[in-house]
């Protein structure tokens, strides 16, 4: 929930700038619509998470679930996969793939939250992570607002009003 909640927060905080901020063509290009504001929310969220897959590995090697083969290489390349993802939505030409991957990520990384909260049933405790067993299952639930943020922030879904009319 840190991850959607970080989202939110800085999505929020670009889409104001964008609105009312300084009269900057650049910031109201960059931050204007909601779109626009949600992939900045997003990307900073994933370089984040990413970043922290990177810098602390061993934080992560709880939730990988016992049948995936290769754990630290596999948080690894999910750290690399979410910094390239976020990294991609400002890509114009990236930009939907990098949409369509990120919401692959997040059907993807579902085994590992479905591992946290077994290990919170377990009395396993990942450091950082509330060990409440309820919270995971809560958590759980978001994973398809992450998948629909990433489509929309990629500009895959709803189409942009301005990709619809071209033919």
Known sequence: MFFVALMLILSLIAFLIGKLGPHSRMLNQLFGSKRDALRTG????????????LLTPDRYALMVPAWVPYPSQTIFLTGICE?????????TSM???????????????????????????????????????????FRL??????????LYAG???????EASQVQ
């Open 42 to 53: 997003l990307s900073l969220a994933f370089l984040f998470v990413g970043m922290d897959h």
């Open 141 to 150: 639930g978001f994973q398809p607002l992450i998948i629909l943020c990433a």
């Open 83 to 91: 910094i390239a993802g976020a990294m991609g939505l400002w890509i």
């Open 95 to 137: 930009r939907k793939l990098a949409g369509v991957c990120l919401a692959l990520y997040a059907v993807a990384v579902s085994p590992a939250n479905i591992q946290n909260w077994l290990n919170a049933t377990q009395g396993i405790v990942v450091e950082g992570l509330p060990t409440d067993p309820d919270y995971y299952l």
């Open 155 to 161: 500009a895959v879904w709803p189409k942009p009003p």
